[in-house]
């Protein structure tokens, strides 16, 4: 098992929700995070006060997928959230110790597996 | 102008009624009320710009909502520069059927003389309000894509190449008003007149590029209630002031401005609930709208009974168009073609059919026999609406060889507020760090033009 972390741009998110669905991937949390990556700050003012904006809107995804979902999850993240310009987001495959589904206290794959 | 204020004079001679202003009119001497009820009026109108930006501001999604309002804000700075430097001239002053001539381009010779009843002066600034919103109105059509530059250039040449002449024809002596077209208030010369600029607008600027992938909602449904609420508010000027006096025409329009959009707030709600089993508040905001805009041609001219039928009937074609066009391509985005065209048509066709002699001595429509006043109504629209279609492609496919009408994709999607205009609506300001004097980079100022400096935050 794996979870997955993606950063993305706000904006990106219906299209990258739209390819995990597609992918069958359905169990996910999304957060709206600030971040800082490589992108150049706009720089914003208000009457004479002139700011760099150094924190940008983000959206995190948390996935936690098995073995088998691995790829096709990287992949649609990959293919729907990028817009080819510096500030795309970033996706990290995190080992998982231990998994349990609340409702039924199943374990690990069967507990990231969706309800038939 | 003077046609239309010898009309009004004339009228309120025929009605018998207030004969002491009346006569006042007649010898053409300033009325202390008249003035009175016409400075408030203006004002009164000049809150509608700021209203329609809180409509329309709610109405798109955040990183938008700043682009949004300052579409319509702007407008009272460039629409009401240019109808002081040429606009009023070429709509007011005499000229041909079609358009009026330059001869009061920079005021030249509008002073505090009476003009009717009032100062010419204040009847420039009154009409004025009028040029600035129906400019504003159009934004509601390209908003969340249009470059705010290629907007401000847009509004200016239309301002004088559209709005200008067609308050001509109906209002400045034109060749409407010698045929008699009946438009109070700007059913035709505003509402249908903005209402086919924006269909042709969405239409040439294309769909953003979220639309019809996306659900676009509004950010601050409150904001647009604010917005209806205000625009009824300032909607009262429009009317009411468009009598041009405070008289028993004032009031008899007054009273139909807050009868008509009662009347469809009401079918609309219900129109609401029977459709979803909601009453759904940006549909009372719509409903208001829409109210106002019909009852606008019609305000002076029909009994309030009337102006409450015609307020219950104009929400239908508007409630179904509006409907329609969210299943199609065409992304009017904030609907100002089913609010204001649609709207406006029905409104300046009623006017044509519930029109009343017998009210303050105008004309009679279709109901009270007056078939050839309906047909003038019908001709009125069709002029209108053809002329400010065409008008609006022409200037829109010009513009667009030299420059390009959209943001880019890549703006489009970090939001235009803080690409065109380097704000935000609303910032926290965490990870905000002051620059000073020194720090501030060069590229600043062409981030104004929106291309330089903003990358990737988004919104």
Known sequence: ???????????????????????????????????????????????????????????????????????????????????????DGKIFVLPVEKVYRIRTGEEDTAAVTPVA | MIRRLLFLTVLLLAAGAQSAFAQEAAEAAISAPDTAWLLVSTALVLLMTPALAFFYGGLVRSKNALNTMMMSFIALGVAGVLWALVGYSVAFSEGNAFIGGLSMAFLSGVGVEPSGSIPHLLFMA???????????????????????????????????????PVAHWVWGGGWLADLGALDFAGGAVVHVNAGAAALVAALVLGARKDFGRQALLPHNVPFVLLGAGLLWFGWFGFNGGSALAADGVAALAFVNT???????????????????????????????VVGLVAITPAAGFISPVFALILGGIAAVPSYYVLLWRARTRLDDSLDVFAAHGVGGLTGALLTGVFAQEAVNGTADGLLFGGVAQFGVQVLSVAAVFVYSGLLTFVILKGMSFVTSLRASTRDEGLGLDIVNHGEEAYTEGEGAILLLDDEVPPVLAASANGKAVSTPSLH
């Not at chain 2, 004025?128 to 290629?150: H, K, P, Q, Y």
């Not at chain 2, 008509?260 to 089993?277: I, K, S």
Request: proline share 3%; no cysteine.
């Open chain 2, 126 to 164: 009154f009409q004025g309000t009028f040029a600035i919103i129906t400019a504003a109105l159009i934004s509601g059509a390209v908003v969340e894509r249009m470059r705010f530059g290629a907007y401000l250039v847009f509004i200016a040449l239309w301002g004088l190449l559209v709005y200008a």
């Open chain 2, 258 to 288: 807050m009868l008509a959009p009662a009347a469809t707030l009401v079918v609309w709600t219900l129109l609401d609930y029977v459709r979803t089993q909601k009453i759904t508040a940006v549909g009372v905001a719509t409903g208001i």
């Open chain 1, 1 to 87: 098992m794996k979870l997955i972390k993606a950063i993305i741009r706000p904006d990106q998110l219906g299209d990258v929700l739209k390819a995990l669905f597609q992918a069958e991937v359905h169990g996910l949390t999304v957060t709206r995070v600030r971040g800082h990556g490589g992108e150049t700050e706009p720089v914003e003012t208000y009457r004479g006060t002139t700011v760099k904006m150094e924190l940008t809107d983000k959206v995190m995804l948390d996935i936690g997928v098995s073995e088998p979902f691995v790829e096709p999850t990287v992949e649609a993240i990959l293919a729907a959230a990028r817009t080819g310009v510096v500030g």
